[in-house]
């Protein structure tokens, strides 16, 4: 340790407060918190005999440190939660952003609410339930409510707007409040039991509903006893495929850990009046933290965006700061939470089934990485590469007989798509239908930066055959980018030759490459680019209804986009614009006597 981060460590406080380790290029490699500063300070650099991997490591590469005084140990913890999101250290515990998962949003201030699916919940007074797993189990759930709630289906926009029925109505699976006066009691009625089923309380509301069909039944109101006891049957139906794991029926969490050595994740069970409504898996970023550093910085991180917090979390291991973190979730969340390690009971056994599922998830995405690193090095001498093609990157181009030229490119990072690196292009240079052209143009975009473009893939590849890789090659060399990548090209095939298989070409080469028995190498590469084409496609058809589907306001001398859009809302369409008089359209503030004069004579 030299002089001057021993001066510093003399003079650190010895009061609660977050320090910021810092490394030679002052960028923040590590935020952690303390009740004593400078006692937790001087375990990290004059304990040399205790220090673990992470703390050898972390020390090895500090080169100055600050601290932040709090007044409590409890505003350190808040401290550090925020830092942690500002400078996403390298050696702490990050977990990964679910924005991506699915969520159902119900909006109680709505007149006749309804259900929808949202990724991104914010804070907007509405009532939300999920994050669930896939896409494909939020469906699933919004399909279970539709055939067994009859709220309404059609969006905002178009309830307010329709005048008959829909489908939905007709199948009985709609109350159509949209065209038909509806009791808001008799729906209101229908939210509570749907918010009771997506809160995991099926049991309770098959009791409330059997309560109600007896009732019915006892009134000779015999309709409406059918029609709750269909819908009772389907409810028990559905808490069939359910598993109760707890006898009590309470809300709780069941947090299990696993990890290698270059691997961590964290496996949440969701289980909501005993039963097991979901499964969870995260990832961890690569980490030197402790299994009870994980834990904690877990519940931190995720219980912060939670819209619920059940009562109880059960953990696998005891963690520091425990009754902090329950303080913390009980002011957030609004009623008390109880951080539990069990050692016996069927909590316990809860605890350790997740732990199970936990290392079976890990073993699978290690053997799925494994069998991809393997892929790719079965490609990598397949194509006689010089490096692992842990990055491909391909480019395509669409247009309808020259017009609208575009081009997406789409990344592959150890061989699953990046979407966050896919680009899009408009072609600008070339008009007429020339696709080598529109080609070189692209890769000179990409490619033509200098340091910029970095960082290079390992491979290459473009669609369109020889032609088009004869232009990639010619471009890199015109960059002096030749050598520092490889560079295929994927052509169709031929049919009317007989062809069974699509072909990839390398640089020099008049045949094209024979995969022989590894046809999974050539599907893999197919995929990609038709994950390419897509993109390009989509991308061609948005550009080219934009052009098609313009107003006719547009070709009218004046009238710009504040205009055309005060137009629009005022009158509501193109025909109504056409039928005002001219004194109604100069009526209108920012429509100037020429203006007015100017669509009348556009819009004859």
Known sequence: MNSALQDKLDRAPTVPGVYLMKDDLDTVIYVGKAGNLKKRLGSYFRNANQWNLKTNILVQKVSTFDTIVTRTEKEALILESNLIKKHRPRYNVLLKDDKRYPSLRLNPADEYPNLTIVRKPVKDGAIYFGPYASAQAVRETLNIVNKTFKLRKCKTREFKKRTRPCLHCQMQRCLAPCCTDVDPFIYENMIKEAILFLKGRTPDLIREIKHEMMGAAESHDFEKAARLRDRMFALEKTIEKQVAVTTDFKDRDVLAMARTQAFSLVTLFMVRGGYLMGTRHYPISETLAGDDEIIGSFIRQYYEKAHFVPRQILVPIPIEDQTLLEEQLTESSGRSVSIIRPERGEKAHLVAMAVRNAEKELADRIAAINAGEKMLSRLKARLKMQQMPHRIECIDISNLQGAEPVAAMVVFEKGKPKKSLYRKYRIRTVQAPDDYAAMAEV???????GKASEPFPELLMVDGGKGQLNIAVNVLCEL???????????????????????????????????????????????RIRDEAHRVAVTFHRQRRNKRTLHSSLDTIPGVGKKRKTLLLKHFGSIKNIRAATFDELNALPGITHSVAASVKSYLK
Do not use: C, S, W
């Open 480 to 526: 002096h980018l030749n050598g520092r990548f490889d560079v295929i090209g994927i052509a169709k095939k031929d049919e009317k030759r007989g062809e069974t298989e699509d072909k990839i070409y390398g640089p020099g080469r008049v045949n094209a490459i024979n995969f022989g028995r590894n046809g999974e190498l050539l599907l893999f590469l197919q």
């Open 443 to 449: 890769l000179r975009r990409r490619f033509g930066k």
